[in-house]
C-alpha cells in the first residue's frame, strides 16, 4: 500500500506469520480431533471490559439466516437496548470471544490488513455510539461515515437514531466487511428514511470511492493504534470531507503512549485543524474516575490506553 514503508510492511506481514505459525505449530501437536478439526485458537485478546454505556445482552440459541453452523458457532449475537423513545433493539453478529480462524490470518496478508476488528469489539467503539446517541443533531440529514468500523455499532446507531440522510459503514478488512453487511441486513427494517451501507474502503485506496468530497460526518474509533496507516487515514479523511459548506471528523482514541501525538502531528501537517477534548461527557468521565479508583469490573485499567479521548478534525 502506498501509505507503507517497506520496513513496516516487512514488520506488519512477519508479525502474521509468526500468529500464523504458533497456530499451525499447536494445530499439528495436538491429538484431540476437535481442536484439529477446527483449527481455531486462542490468540491476542483483549478482555471483555469497556465503559458499558449502552445495555445488551447476549442472545443464545440466535440462528442467522444463510451462515452455515461451522460458522454460527464461532459466532455471538448481541442485542442493544438503545436509550432512545421508540428505538428498535439493535442486533449485533461478532465472533464469540476468543475464536480465531487460519483464515483471518491470510486475509490479513492478502489484504495489508490487520484482524483488529474481528477480534472484538474496542471500549472506544462503545464511546463513539454513546457521543452520537447523546448528539444526534449534528448527524440529522448529513451524510455520514464510519470508518474502520469493526463490527459497526455506532455507525448502526447513527441509522438508527438520528434521521441520517445517509450512513456508510466502513472497513478494510473484507472478512469485518461481511459482518457489517450481515449486521445492517439484520437491523434493516429499523433505518427510517436512512440509507445505509456497507462499504469496503481501505485507507489511502479511496480514489476509487465516488463519495469522496461529498460526506458531512465522518466517525472513527480506536483508529489511531497503527502508525504506519496514519498518513494514509489522514488522506482519507481530508478526501471524504466536503471542501465547500461545514463537515468534520470525530474520532475517539486513547493516547497510546505517542500514538494519538503523532496522528495529530500528522493532521497538522496535512493542513487540517483538529482539537482534543478529555472531559466531553459526564458519564464516560465518572465511569473512567472509578475504574482508576480501583472499580475491579476493568482490572489494569490505565488511562494512556484505555480512556479515549474525543478528537474533532476539520478542514
Ligand atoms: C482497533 S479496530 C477498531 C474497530 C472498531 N472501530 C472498534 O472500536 O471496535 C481497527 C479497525 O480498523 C480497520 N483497519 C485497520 N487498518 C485499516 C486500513 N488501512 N484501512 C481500513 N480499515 C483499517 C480494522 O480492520 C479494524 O476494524
Redesign the pocket.
Known amino acids: 500500500m502506498e501509505a507503507n514503508s517497506g520496513k513496516s510492511t516487512t514488520n506488519a506481514s512477519s508479525l502474521r506469520w509468526k500468529i500464523l505459525r504458533r497456530n499451525l505449530i499447536r494445530r499439528s501437536s495436538s491429538n484431540s480431533e476437535d481442536k484439529f478439526e477446527m483449527g481455531i485458537q486462542r490468540i491476542s485478546r483483549k478482555a471483555t471490559h469497556g465503559f458499558n454505556l449502552i445495555p445488551f445482552h447476549l442472545m443464545k440459541d440466535c440462528v442467522e439466516e444463510n451462515v452455515n453452523p461451522m460458522d454460527s458457532s464461532r459466532n455471538a449475537t448481541l442485542c442493544y437496548t438503545l436509550p432512545v423513545t421508540n428505538a428498535s433493539q439493535l442486533i449485533l453478529h461478532q465472533r464469540a470471544d476468543d475464536m480465531a480462524h487460519l483464515n483471518d490470518f491470510e486475509f490479513c496478508n492478502r489484504y495489508d490488513?490487520?484482524n483488529?476488528?474481528l477480534v472484538c469489539?474496542?471500549p472506544?467503539?462503545d464511546v463513539l455510539a454513546h457521543y452520537c446517541l447523546s448528539h444526534a443533531s449534528i448527524f440529522r440529514g448529513k451524510r455520514v461515515i464510519e470508518?474502520?468500523?469493526?463490527?459497526g455499532l455506532a455507525g448502526l446507531i447513527v441509522a438508527m437514531t438520528t434521521e441520517a440522510q445517509d450512513v456508510f459503514i466502513s472497513?478494510?478488512?473484507p472478512q469485518?466487511v461481511d459482518y457489517i453487511q450481515r449486521n445492517v441486513n439484520a437491523n434493516s427494517g429499523s433505518f427510517g428514511g436512512t440509507e445505509v451501507k456497507p462499504l469496503m474502503?481501505?485507507?489511502?485506496q479511496e480514489k476509487d470511492t465516488d463519495i469522496a468530497n461529498t460526506v458531512d460526518v465522518v466517525i472513527?474509533?480506536?483508529?489511531t493504534?497503527?502508525k504506519e496507516?496514519h498518513g494514509?487515514l489522514i488522506r482519507t479523511i481530508k478526501s471524504l470531507l466536503k471542501e465547500e459548506g461545514p463537515s468534520e471528523a470525530i474520532l475517539f482514541s486513547p493516547r497510546r503512549g505517542n500514538s494519538l501525538d503523532k496522528f495529530l502531528g500528522e493532521v497538522k501537517d496535512s493542513g487540517l485543524h483538529f482539537s482534543t477534548d478529555e472531559m466531553y461527557d459526564a458519564e464516560v468521565w465518572r465511569r473512567h474516575q472509578g475504574f482508576v479508583e480501583g472499580d475491579d469490573s476493568w482490572p489494569n485499567y490505565e488511562m494512556d490506553h484505555c480512556y479515549p479521548l474525543l478528537v474533532r478534525i476539520t478542514r
Do not use: M, P
Open positions: 490488513i490487520d483488529t476488528g469489539q474496542w472506544s467503539e470508518l474502520g468500523s469493526g463490527y472497513d478494510g478488512n469485518v474502503l481501505h485507507w489511502g472513527a474509533s480506536d483508529c493504534f497503527f496507516f494514509a
